[in-house]
C-alpha cells in the first residue's frame, strides 16, 4: 500500500465521514491545514445542516458563500436542497416555469424521496469546481475536502451516484451521476477517512462502515484517524488516587477498543490525543502538526 | 389517551451521548420500583444487548429480562423496516393492495430513505405498545439523530404529506396501460414541464415505481393519517415526558438549550434534563510523588481542563435553562455501564441527584 501521505497529496476528492461527537469537523480542518501547507489549493466543503467549520477556524460563517481561510485553503458550506433546486434551473430553460417547477409539492417529494439525488447534488457541485466550471472569481481547487453529515452512514452518501446512475440512465442528471460515480470509484483521484473515537460504540460503527464500504462498493478508506485518546500513563505512576484511576481506565478502554479495531483494520491508521485546547485554530493546527507526524509514522 | 395508565419517557439528545445506556438504567430502576416497564431501545452496543440479554430476538419484539425486579421488564429492539411492513399489512384492504406496496421498489427506498420515517416509526412502536396496555410504563429510546429534530417532527410531517396536494396529483394516473408518461392535462404546460423535468432528474422508471406506489398506497392512506394524528396526541399528552441528555463541555451548551427551545416549542413536556459523562473537578497539583514526572503532570493537566471544561459547561446550561427544568449531571464512569448491575447503579445515581436537586 502507497503511503497514506501520497494518497492524500494524490487525490482530488476526500470525504471524510464519522458518526456526531467525535470530532469529525475538527479533524475536516486539521486535513485541510495539512494539505494546503503541503502546496494544494484546498477547499474544504461543509454539507451538515449547521456550520461549524468556521467556528474552528476562526472565519466568518460561509452562508454558501466561499469564505478564504488563509492562502491556499478556503472554505464553502452548502445546502443539498438548494444545490438541487440549481440544478433544476441548470436544467429547464423554460425561466418563467422555474419558480412554479420549484414550489410544486409533486416535485418538492418526488426529489426528496428519490433516493441519493440530494447527495449526488453536492457531488455534481464538488465535481464542478473541481473541473474549474463553478467558481469565476477563485482558482480550481486542487483537492476538495467534504465534511460529509454526520446522520446515516457514510456508505449512503458514497453509494448515491451510483444508485442515481442506475435509475437515471439518460439526459444530464443521468450523465452527471455516472461521472460522480466513477471519480468516486477511482482511488488515484477520490479517497475516504473515516473518524472515529477509541471507545465501544464508535468503533462498532466504524466496523460496521468498514464492512459496508467493502462489500457494497468494493472501497477501502486511505486512512482512519482515530481521534481524543487520553494519553497513555508513565510507567512510574503507581499510586491509584481517583484522578489516576479515572485516567487509567480510560485510557484502558481506548486500548482495548484499538486492539479491537485493529483486528478488522490493519490500513493506515492515525491515532490523535485528546487535547486541553478550546475549539477553534490552536486545536485545528495542533491536530494538523499530530496527524502529519502520525501519517509519516503509519 | 393511553387508556392504560401507561407513563412514557422519551430519552432524546445526539448520537454518542449515552441516551441507550440511561435508558436502560431508567428502565431497570421502574421495574425495581414494582412498575412493568418496557425498555424500547434502537441501536444497543453490542454489550449493551448482552446485559439486557436481548439479542435479534428482540428485533420488533419484546423479550423479558432476567431482571429479578419486582416489576416486569422487557426490552425491544426498534426496526423500522419491519414496523413499516407491518403497518401496510395491517392498514392493507386486501393481500393483493399489500403485495403491489411491499413489492414496489420506490418502497424499499422509501422505507429506509425518506426524512423521518425511521424516526416515525419509532413513535408509531410506541403507540402500539402504549395501546395495549401491557406495562404501566414504557422508556423509548430514541434514533441518533444530530438534533432529534427529524424525530419530534415525524408526526406532523408524516400528517402533512399526507394532506398535501401532492399525494392527489401523484394519485393521478400518470402511465398508461402501455405503460408510458401521460402529459397531465390538468397541470397543462406546467404539468408537462414537471413531467419532462422529473423524467430527466430522477428517472422515468424509478417515477413509474413511485407513480405505483402512491397509487397502491391509496387505500391506506386515512388509515396512516389518523394514527399519525394520534401520536402526535400521545406525545404532548401529560402521561408522556421527555428526558433530554447532553453531553458535557460548553461547546455542546447551544446543542442543548436548541433542542430544549424546540422541545417547548412544539408543547412537548421537558422534563429532565441530564448531562452526562462529565469529567471530574480535578487540582493541578497531583499527589507528591506525581510532581516530579512531566508525563504525569500532562495527564494531570488534560484531566484538570476536562474537567473545568464540563463543570462549566453544566453550570452555564443550568443559568440558562433556568429553575423550572431540572438539570442533573452524572459523572463520567471508569468503565460503560454493561451489566445489570452497573446499569442498576448507574439509575440509583440518577434517582438520588434528581431526589437531591427537589429537596
Redesign the interface.
Known amino acids: 500500500m502507497a503511503a497514506p501521505l501520497e494518497a492524500l497529496d494524490r487525490v482530488n476528492l476526500l470525504v471524510v465521514t464519522g458518526?456526531?461527537?467525535?470530532g469529525k469537523s475538527a479533524v475536516t480542518a486539521a486535513l485541510g491545514r495539512l494539505l494546503a501547507a503541503r502546496g494544494r489549493a484546498t477547499l474544504l466543503v461543509e454539507a451538515?445542516?449547521?456550520e461549524n467549520l468556521h467556528q474552528l477556524l476562526d472565519v466568518d460563517p460561509s452562508g454558501g458563500d466561499l469564505v478564504s481561510v488563509a492562502p491556499g485553503l478556503s472554505l464553502q458550506h452548502v445546502h443539498s436542497r438548494a444545490l438541487l433546486d440549481d440544478?433544476?434551473r441548470d436544467?429547464?430553460k423554460?425561466g418563467l416555469?422555474v419558480n412554479?417547477?420549484l414550489q410544486?409539492?409533486?416535485?418538492?417529494?418526488?426529489?426528496?424521496?428519490?433516493?441519493g439525488?440530494k447527495e449526488t447534488a453536492v457531488f455534481g457541485h464538488i465535481l464542478r469546481l473541481l473541473q474549474g466550471h463553478g467558481l469565476r472569481a477563485a482558482p480550481r481547487p486542487d483537492v476538495v475536502v467534504l465534511d460529509a453529515?454526520?446522520?446515516g452512514h457514510g456508505v449512503q452518501w458514497m453509494m448515491a451516484p451510483r444508485l442515481?446512475a442506475d435509475?437515471?440512465?439518460s439526459?444530464?442528471?443521468?450523465h452527471m451521476a455516472t461521472e460522480i460515480a466513477a471519480l468516486l470509484a477511482d482511488r488515484r483521484r477520490c479517497g475516504v477517512v473515516v473518524v472515529t473515537l477509541a471507545?465501544?460504540?464508535?468503533v462498532?460503527e466504524t466496523i460496521d462502515l468498514l464492512d459496508l464500504f467493502e462489500s457494497r462498493l468494493d472501497l477501502e478508506p486511505e486512512l482512519v484517524v482515530v481521534n481524543a485518546l487520553?494519553?497513555p500513563?508513565?510507567t512510574?505512576?503507581?499510586?491509584d488516587?481517583?484522578?489516576?484511576?479515572?485516567?487509567r481506565?480510560?485510557r484502558r478502554?481506548n486500548e482495548r477498543e484499538l486492539e479491537r479495531l485493529e483486528v478488522r483494520w490493519r490500513g493506515p491508521r492515525v491515532e490523535l490525543p485528546?487535547?486541553?485546547i478550546?475549539?477553534g485554530p490552536p486545536l485545528v493546527g495542533a491536530l494538523g502538526r499530530h496527524l502529519e507526524l502520525g501519517l509519516r509514522r503509519s | 389517551m393511553t387508556g392504560h395508565g401507561t407513563s412514557l419517557e422519551v430519552v432524546v439528545g445526539?448520537?454518542?451521548?449515552g441516551k441507550t445506556t440511561l435508558a436502560a438504567a431508567m428502565g431497570l430502576r421502574s421495574a425495581a420500583s414494582g412498575l412493568d416497564t418496557l425498555v424500547m431501545t434502537f441501536d444497543p452496543?453490542?454489550?449493551l444487548k448482552d446485559a439486557l440479554a436481548v439479542g435479534d430476538a428482540a428485533r420488533d419484539r419484546e423479550v423479558e429480562v432476567d431482571s429479578g425486579t419486582p416489576g416486569r421488564l422487557d426490552a425491544s429492539l426498534l426496526d423500522p423496516r419491519r414496523t413499516f411492513d407491518r403497518l401496510v399489512e395491517r392498514h392493507s384492504p386486501s393481500t393483493a393492495v399489500r403485495d403491489r406496496i411491499l413489492g414496489n421498489r420506490?418502497y424499499d427506498?422509501?422505507a429506509g430513505?425518506?426524512?423521518g420515517v425511521l424516526e416515525y416509526m419509532a413513535v408509531e412502536r410506541l403507540f402500539e405498545v402504549a395501546r395495549d396496555g401491557r406495562y404501566e410504563r414504557v422508556i423509548l429510546d430514541t434514533p441518533?439523530?444530530?438534533?432529534a429534530l427529524d424525530f419530534l417532527g415525524a408526526p406532523e410531517r408524516i400528517v402533512s404529506?399526507l394532506d398535501?396536494?401532492?399525494l392527489r396529483?401523484?394519485l393521478k394516473p400518470w402511465f398508461d396501460a402501455g405503460g408510458r408518461l401521460r402529459a397531465t392535462s390538468r397541470l397543462g404546460?406546467?404539468g408537462r414541464?414537471?413531467e419532462g423535468?422529473?423524467?430527466?432528474?430522477?428517472?422515468l422508471?424509478?417515477?413509474r415505481d413511485?407513480a405505483e406506489f402512491f397509487q397502491a398506497f391509496g387505500p391506506l392512506y386515512e388509515g396512516f393519517r389518523e394514527r399519525a394524528l394520534e401520536v402526535q396526541r400521545l406525545l404532548r399528552s401529560p402521561e408522556t415526558s421527555f428526558t433530554l441528555v447532553s453531553?458535557p463541555g460548553r461547546?455542546r451548551v447551544a446543542d442543548t438549550l436548541f433542542f430544549a427551545r424546540k422541545l417547548l416549542e412544539a408543547g412537548l413536556d421537558l422534563g429532565l434534563v441530564v448531562v452526562n459523562r462529565v469529567?471530574?473537578m480535578?487540582s493541578e497539583a497531583?499527589?507528591e510523588?506525581?510532581r516530579a514526572?512531566p508525563?504525569?503532570q500532562?495527564?494531570?493537566?488534560?484531566?484538570a481542563?476536562?474537567g473545568r471544561?464540563d463543570r462549566e459547561g453544566v453550570d452555564e446550561l443550568r443559568a440558562l435553562l433556568g429553575a423550572r427544568h431540572p438539570l442533573v449531571d452524572l459523572p463520567?464512569l471508569?468503565?460503560?455501564p454493561t451489566s445489570l448491575e452497573a446499569l442498576d447503579a448507574l439509575g440509583r445515581m440518577l434517582e438520588e441527584r434528581v431526589t437531591n436537586r427537589r429537596s
Request: hydrophobic content about 40%; proline content about 12%; charged content about 20%.
Open positions: 458518526k456526531g461527537g467525535v451538515d445542516p449547521r440544478l433544476v436544467k429547464l423554460v416555469l412554479r417547477v410544486s409539492p409533486i416535485h418538492q417529494h418526488f426529489t426528496e424521496g428519490a433516493p439525488l453529515p454526520a446522520t442515481v435509475v437515471v440512465s439526459g444530464p442528471v443521468g471507545e465501544e460504540m464508535p462498532e487520553y494519553p500513563l508513565p512510574s505512576l503507581a499510586d488516587d481517583p484522578v489516576t484511576g479515572l485516567w481506565h480510560r478502554i485528546l487535547l486541553p478550546d475549539p | 445526539a448520537g454518542g451521548v452496543s453490542h454489550r420506490f427506498h422509501l430513505n425518506l426524512a441518533p439523530t444530530r438534533q404529506f398535501s396536494g401532492a396529483v401523484a404546460v406546467l414541464n414537471v423535468l422529473l423524467d430527466r432528474m430522477v428517472g422508471e424509478l417515477l413511485m453531553a461547546r469529567h471530574p480535578v497531583g499527589p510523588p506525581q514526572d508525563g504525569a500532562d495527564g494531570r493537566h488534560l484531566l481542563w476536562l471544561r463520567l471508569l468503565e460503560e
